[in-house]
C-alpha cells in the first residue's frame, strides 16, 4: 500500500499535450488537420521549439533527421506548405526539398498563403502573454507610443477580432471518454493488475483524472476506471492525414451529398452515429475524421448513387478503392480504441463483401476495451456519450449474433457479462447541449426536435429496438438447438432427440409469437409508406422468418423416419411446411420501397436460409410429389430473388447459394411415389400405436402445439396460413391423453390435422 502511495505521489511522466481548450479557434482561419488549412502559424521562437521538441520525442526517426540538419535558414525564406501546416520547423536541403517533407514522402511545395495571424487578448483588449509585441507592426509601433495614445491602439486587434468569426471552444467529442479527436482510452478490468480500490485512493481533478505511470487515470463511476492515453503515444504509421486526402480525392465534391444521403436513408434504421456531432464537426470545417468511418459512411451512401437525380449522370467513385482503404486504415486505428473505430467497422460490415467473421470478433475486442458492455447509465460522463454508448453496443451485440448465425459460429458474447440496458426512445437523441456561447442552443435544440418528431426517424428507431429483441430471441435458439451443448444433449437422447427438440422449443416460440403479436403499426408489412420514402421494414421481417426456420430447421434435422412416430413425423413435416410457404410469400410482397432502402447486413444469408430449408425439406421428402412440390416452389423462389437483385444487387449472394444448393440436390436419388409410401398416418395407424409411442406422442404434443400457434402470428401471409385459423378449434386441443380416453383422443386429433393440411 505504501509503495503505491508513493507511486501515486511521485510526479507523472510528460504526457503528450492534450488540446488548449482556450486556443481554439474559427474553422475559417484554422484546421486541425494537415490536409486543410492550418492553425495560426505561430512564429515565435518558443512555440517552434516546444512544437519540434514534442515531434522529435514522438517520432524516433525524426529525431535522428532534425539532429543531422543543417543550421535553420535566413527568417526571409518562408516555410513549405507541409512544414507550415504542421507548425513545424522547416530544414530545406540542398534539392529544395526540406527534411520532412522528404520523410513523410510527400511533395514539398510553397504555394499556399500564409494563415492569418491571432493574438491572444487579455481583458483589456492588448496582447497577452505569449504573443511578443514585435510580432504585430501595429502593436509594435504602440508600445513605443505615449501613454496617453495606447487607448486609440488598443482597438486595433479588438476590431481585427469582431470582423473574423467568433472564437470557437473544443467540439463536444473532446469533452467526452472514448471520442475525443487526439486521444483514447482503455477500460482497467476488474481482473488488472491496477485494482480499482487502489487507483481510488489517487488525487483526482475536476475532470475525474489523475496522472499515473500508465497513463492518466479516469474515474467514470464508483469502481470504473479508464486509462487514456495521447495518440501520439502509440507509435503507428502518420498516415491518416495522407488516407483522408485520399478518400476526398475518390469521392472529389460529391462527399457533402453523400452524407445528407447516408443520414437519410441509413441512419434512422442504424443510429449508431452521433448525428449532431458529426454534422457540427462538418459545419465548423473540422476535417481530422476517422479516416475509416468516413470512408465506411461514404460506401454505403454509395448505394443509392443511381437514385440520387443530381449524382446519377456522374462518374460513380471507386468503391473497390474507398473500401480498400477503409479496411486498411480500419487496422490501424484500432491499436487505438476510441468509439469511432467500433462505428467505421459496424458500418463496414454492413456490407456483403466487406462482412466477415474476424472482423467481427476484432470489433467485439475493441468494444469491451472500451467499455461497451457495461452498464453507464450513472457514468460521470456527457449525457450524449451515455445515449450513444448504449445504441453502439447493442448494435456491436446485434452484429455478433446474427454474424455467428451466418458463418455458424460461437457468439462471443456472452449474458452473463452483458450488463447493458435496453434502449429506450429518449437514447435516440441526439441533442448535445451548447459548449460555448456562440453556439446557438435554441438550433440545436430545434434540430434535434425535428429530428425525433420526423415519421421515418421515428420508425427507424422501432425498428432498431425491435430488432434488438428479436435478436435476443434468435441467441436463445442459437443456445437450445445449435450450440455443442444441445447438439450432444441430442445425440443422447436418440430417437427421442425430437421430443427433446419440441420441448426446448416451446418457451422459444411462446417469445417470437409475442413479439410478433406485438410489433408497433409502423413496423407492419402493410403499413403504407409516404410517396418518395423508403422503408426498412424489410429486414425486421426477413430477420423474423430466419429465426423461424431456424428453429423448423432443427426439428426436421432431428426427424428419422425409421424411427420418429409418424404421426409425429406428419405434423413436424406440415408445420415447417406453412413456416416456407409463409417465408416465400412475404418475399414475393416486397416492393421497391423495401428493396431501395437500408437492409441490416445478415439479409442476404436469411435469404438463403429460406432456399436451404426448402431444400432441406425437398431432400427429406418421403414422396416424389411431396420432393416435387418443394423443387417447384424453390425454382420460383429463385426467380423472385432474381428479379429483386436487379433493384438490391446485394441479393445476387443469396441467389448464389441457392444455385449451390441446386447442384447439391442434384445427386438425390428419385423420391418413391405416393402410392408406395404413407406421408400421412390414418386413424387406424394412430389408433393402434403401442402405448410407449402414445406417451412420445404427448410429450411432443405441447411442442407441436406452439409450433400451431406460431404459424398462425403471420397468416396473412399465406393462403394456408388462413385455412389454419379457419381449423383454430383443432389447434387448441391439449392432447392430454388419459387411459380411458386414449384412442377417441387419438381420433380427433388426426381428425384435425387432416382437416388442417389434408
Not at 482556450?22 to 512564429?43: E, N
Not at 444521403?261 to 464537426?281: E, K
Request: net charge neutral.
Amino acid at each position: 500500500m505504501a509503495a503505491t502511495a508513493m507511486a501515486m505521489s511521485m510526479p507523472a511522466p510528460p504526457l503528450a499535450p492534450r488540446p488548449v481548450v482556450a486556443a481554439w479557434s474559427s474553422p475559417l482561419h484554422h484546421s486541425v488537420t494537415p490536409t486543410g488549412p492550418g492553425m495560426p502559424f505561430l512564429d515565435s521562437t518558443a512555440g517552434k521549439e516546444n512544437t519540434i521538441h514534442h515531434q522529435i520525442t514522438a517520432r524516433p526517426a525524426l529525431k535522428q533527421l532534425q539532429q543531422s540538419a543543417p543550421a535553420a535558414r535566413s527568417r526571409k525564406e518562408r516555410p513549405c506548405d507541409g512544414c507550415r501546416k504542421r507548425k513545424s520547423k522547416c530544414v530545406l536541403q540542398e534539392s529544395r526539398r526540406c527534411m520532412l517533407c522528404e520523410f513523410h514522402k510527400q511533395d514539398c511545395t510553397f504555394v499556399e498563403k500564409a494563415q492569418p495571424r491571432k493574438r491572444k487578448l487579455s481583458s483589456d483588449g492588448t496582447a497577452g502573454e505569449g504573443t511578443p509585441a514585435k510580432k504585430s507592426p501595429v502593436v509594435h509601433h504602440a508600445t513605443a507610443a505615449v501613454n496617453g495614445e495606447r487607448r486609440s491602439v488598443s482597438r486595433t486587434p479588438v476590431l481585427n477580432v469582431t470582423s473574423a468569426p467568433p472564437v470557437r471552444k473544443p467540439f463536444a467529442v473532446d469533452e467526452s471518454l472514448s471520442l475525443q479527436r487526439h486521444r483514447h482510452c482503455k477500460l482497467l478490468g476488474q481482473t488488472t493488475a491496477l485494482d480499482a480500490s487502489l487507483v481510488g485512493l489517487g488525487t483526482f481533478n475536476e475532470k475525474n483524472e489523475t496522472e499515473s505511470r500508465v497513463g492518466t487515470l479516469r474515474q467514470v463511476t464508483g469502481s470504473e476506471y479508464f486509462s487514456t492515453h495521447a495518440d501520439a503515444d502509440v507509435p503507428i504509421p502518420d498516415d491518416e492525414a495522407r488516407a483522408l486526402a485520399e478518400i476526398e480525392a475518390i469521392v472529389g465534391p460529391h462527399g457533402q451529398t453523400l452524407i445528407d444521403i447516408y443520414f437519410r436513408n441509413v441512419h434512422p434504421s442504424y443510429p449508431i452515429i452521433q448525428r449532431h456531432a458529426f454534422l457540427d464537426r462538418v459545419r465548423h470545417g473540422d476535417k481530422q475524421f476517422n479516416p475509416p468511418l468516413l470512408a465506411a459512411m461514404y460506401l454505403l451512401a454509395l448505394s443509392w448513387w443511381d437514385h440520387d437525380p443530381a449524382l446519377s449522370s456522374q462518374p460513380k467513385p471507386d468503391m473497390a478503392r474507398l473500401e480498400y482503404i477503409a479496411i486498411s486504415s480500419l487496422t490501424v486505428a484500432m491499436q487505438r480504441p476510441k468509439i469511432s473505430a467500433v462505428q467505421a467497422g459496424l458500418l463496414l460490415l454492413q456490407r456483403a463483401k466487406s462482412s466477415t467473421w474476424t472482423l467481427t470478433v476484432q470489433l467485439v475486442a475493441l468494444g469491451q476495451d472500451i467499455g461497451l458492455h457495461l452498464d453507464c447509465s450513472d457514468w460521470s460522463i456527457p449525457l450524449w456519450e451515455r445515449r450513444l454508448r448504449k445504441r453502439l453496443a447493442w448494435a456491436l451485440y446485434m452484429q455478433d449474433k446474427w454474424s455467428a448465425v451466418m458463418h455458424g459460429r460461437p457468439s462471443h458474447i456472452n449474458a452473463a457479462d452483458w450488463a447493458v440496458q435496453t434502449p429506450t426512445a429518449s437514447d435516440f437523441d441526439d441533442s448535445i447541449p451548447p459548449i460555448s456561447p456562440a453556439d446557438s442552443a435554441d438550433q440545436s435544440a430545434a434540430e434535434a426536435e425535428a429530428a425525433l418528431a420526423d415519421p421515418q426517424t421515428s420508425k427507424g428507431r422501432t425498428i432498431f429496438m425491435q430488432m434488438i429483441t428479436l435478436t435476443a430471441i434468435m441467441s436463445e435458439v442459437c443456445s437450445a438447438f445449435y450450440s455443442q451443448t444441445a447438439r450432444t444433449e441430442a445425440l443422447r437422447a436418440g430417437r427421442y432427440s425430437t421430443q427433446l427438440v419440441l420441448n426446448r422449443a416451446k418457451p422459444v416460440q411462446l417469445k417470437l409469437k409475442e413479439w410478433f403479436a406485438k410489433l408497433p403499426v409502423e413496423c407492419k408489412m402493410d403499413h403504407p409508406t409516404p410517396a418518395g420514402q423508403l422503408s426498412s421494414t424489410g429486414y425486421l421481417h426477413l430477420g423474423y422468418f430466419a429465426t423461424e426456420i431456424s428453429i423448423h430447421r432443427r426439428i426436421v434435422q432431428s426427424l428419422d423416419p425409421a424411427t420418429s412416430d409418424p404421426y409425429l413425423l406428419y405434423i413436424c413435416r406440415s408445420a415447417a411446411k406453412t413456416r416456407l410457404i409463409s417465408a416465400m410469400d412475404f418475399v414475393n410482397r416486397l416492393k421497391p420501397e423495401h428493396l431501395n432502402a437500408f437492409w441490416y447486413f445478415a439479409s442476404a444469408t436469411n435469404f438463403a436460409l429460406i432456399g436451404t430449408f426448402g431444400a432441406l425439406l425437398q431432400a427429406t421428402s418421403p414422396g416424389r410429389e411431396e420432393a416435387e412440390f418443394y423443387a417447384m416452389r424453390l425454382r420460383e423462389f429463385k426467380w423472385t430473388l432474381g428479379v429483386s437483385a436487379r433493384k438490391a444487387r446485394w441479393v445476387e449472394g443469396a441467389v448464389e447459394v441457392l444455385e449451390a444448393n441446386g447442384e447439391v440436390l442434384g445427386g438425390l436419388g428419385e423420391k418413391p411415389k405416393a402410392s408406395t409410401t404413407t406421408t400421412q398416418p390414418t386413424q387406424s395407424a394412430a389408433v393402434q400405436q403401442p402405448r410407449q409411442w402414445q406417451q412420445q406422442k404427448a410429450v411432443g404434443a405441447a411442442g407441436v402445439q406452439v409450433l400451431q400457434d406460431a404459424s398462425a402470428s403471420s397468416s396473412a401471409f399465406a393462403a394456408v396460413a388462413r385455412q389454419q385459423q379457419q381449423q383454430q378449434p383443432f389447434q387448441q386441443q391439449q392432447y392430454e391423453f388419459e387411459d380411458e380416453e386414449d384412442e377417441d383422443d387419438d381420433e380427433m386429433e388426426v381428425d384435425g390435422w387432416q382437416a388442417e393440411y389434408g
